[in-house]
């Protein structure tokens, strides 16, 4: 006979699966968008950075510096360095963060090994596959980002130091990274290390437009002579909330509301279209927003 106080077997693996079900849903999406971008990411370090000897930063950037110098494969020695990483940053990094870091760190090695025995074809400008391999490597990890997740190593080390320490990381982050380069010209040489420089400058900034196109919204501010047919505008034909602030004019002190709402580019221009068509007087202010927390935009546990 059981116990009231002791759930039976049966109940706790109900339980169990319960929470592994609410677990799936809720991060169903981080699943998806971390294999896509693994392997974008994997196709630029096998196809644009190994086969031409480019320099790459971070941990993987040690990876390729090793496979360069000894012959080990880099998907072996960036999970070899991502372990000892996430050891070392076990107690300070939460839940969430420490399991996407762990899978992430064994898919990529998975799949950078995976992506070595694809024979891609040979692009004579090595300008153009420091580029375009770059842009394809920083879109990837962009899309991590933008989930709250990483590959895992250099960032291993930054979310550990700026938890502990609050020391500068983006300083810390450039000086690894320089002092890398530097020691791979007497590897790879100076042509090579150039383009591993430009390759990082380009990573950098398309990681960044990912994750600022992917945010940004327009701000937008509406007078109009008659308020609730915007409000229904936006609410109904747009699917957007918005803010009514109570506002008076600076001139003949007539009392009324601003409507304010953030909406997409392709929303603010049929707004617009709108407001032309049927309220011609109107004023309408648009702002860029680059960053919108809260429901309908980014969810506040990917901040």
Same mark, same amino acid.
């Given at each position: 006979?059981?116990?009231?106080?002791?759930?039976?077997?049966?109940?706790?693996?109900?339980?169990?699966?319960?929470?592994?079900?609410?677990?799936?849903?809720?991060?169903?999406?981080?699943?998806?968008?971390? &294999?896509?971008? /693994?392997?974008?990411?994997?196709?630029? &370090? +096998?196809?644009?950075?190994?086969?031409?000897?480019?320099?790459?930063?971070?941990?993987?950037?040690?990876?390729?510096? &090793?496979? @360069?110098?000894?012959?080990?494969?880099? +998907?072996?020695? #960036?999970? +070899?360095?991502?372990?000892?990483?996430?050891?070392?940053?076990?107690?300070?990094?939460?839940?969430?963060?420490?399991?996407?870091?762990? /899978?992430?760190?064994?898919?990529?090695?998975? !799949?950078?090994?995976?992506?070595?025995?694809?024979?891609?074809?040979?692009?004579?400008?090595?300008?153009?596959?420091? !580029?375009?391999?770059?842009?394809?490597?920083?879109?990837?990890?962009?899309?991590? @980002?933008?989930?709250?997740?990483?590959?895992?190593?250099?960032?291993?080390?930054?979310?550990?130091?700026?938890?502990?320490?609050?020391?500068?990381?983006?300083?810390?982050?450039? @000086?690894?990274?320089?002092?890398?380069?530097?020691?791979? /010209?007497?590897?790879?040489?100076?042509?090579?290390?150039? @383009?591993?420089?430009?390759?990082?400058?380009?990573?950098?900034?398309?990681?960044?437009?990912?994750?600022?196109?992917?945010?940004?919204?327009?701000?937008?501010?509406?007078?109009?002579?008659?308020?609730?047919?915007?409000?229904?505008?936006?609410?109904?034909?747009?699917?957007?909330?918005?803010?009514?602030?109570?506002?008076?004019?600076?001139?003949?002190?007539?009392?009324?509301?601003? /409507?304010?709402? #953030?909406?997409?580019?392709?929303?603010?221009?049929?707004?617009?279209?709108?407001?032309?068509?049927?309220?011609?007087?109107?004023?309408? !202010?648009?702002?860029?927003?680059?960053? !919108?927390?809260?429901?309908?935009?980014?969810?506040?546990?990917?901040?």
């Amino acid at each position: 006979m059981e116990h009231s106080g002791h759930p039976s077997e049966e109940l706790k693996w109900k339980h169990l699966y319960k929470k592994a079900e609410v677990l799936f849903f809720s991060e169903w999406r981080t699943l998806v968008t971390s &294999v896509v971008a /693994i392997v974008i990411y994997s196709i630029g &370090v +096998a196809a644009f950075t190994l086969p031409y000897r480019f320099a790459d930063q971070g941990v993987m950037g040690v990876s390729v510096l &090793v496979k @360069y110098t000894i012959g080990i494969n880099p +998907a072996y020695t #960036l999970l +070899a360095l991502n372990v000892v990483m996430l050891v070392w940053g076990a107690r300070t990094l939460n839940r969430r963060f420490l399991v996407w870091t762990v /899978i992430n760190a064994f898919l990529v090695s998975f !799949v950078l090994d995976f992506m070595q025995t694809i024979p891609f074809p040979v692009i004579e400008d090595r300008f153009l596959v420091a !580029v375009v391999g770059s842009a394809i490597k920083g879109f990837g990890v962009g899309l991590l @980002y933008r989930e709250g997740t990483c590959l895992g190593g250099l960032d291993i080390a930054i979310s550990v130091i700026r938890k502990k320490y609050g020391l500068e990381v983006g300083k810390i982050s450039i @000086y690894f990274n320089m002092t890398l380069l530097i020691i791979s /010209i007497g590897i790879i040489g100076l042509t090579n290390a150039l @383009y591993g420089f430009i390759a990082c400058y380009v990573n950098g900034m398309a990681m960044d437009r990912v994750l600022s196109s992917f945010e940004r919204r327009k701000l937008v501010f509406v007078i109009a002579s008659d308020t609730q047919a915007v409000v229904d505008f936006i609410s109904r034909h747009l699917n957007r909330s918005c803010t009514l602030l109570s506002s008076e004019g600076g001139y003949k002190h007539h009392e009324g509301f601003t /409507i304010m709402t #953030l909406l997409r580019t392709r929303e603010s221009v049929e707004l617009k279209a709108f407001l032309a068509q049927h309220y011609p007087g109107a004023f309408m !202010v648009l702002a860029e927003a680059d960053e !919108v927390v809260g429901k309908g935009f980014k969810r506040w546990r990917n901040v």
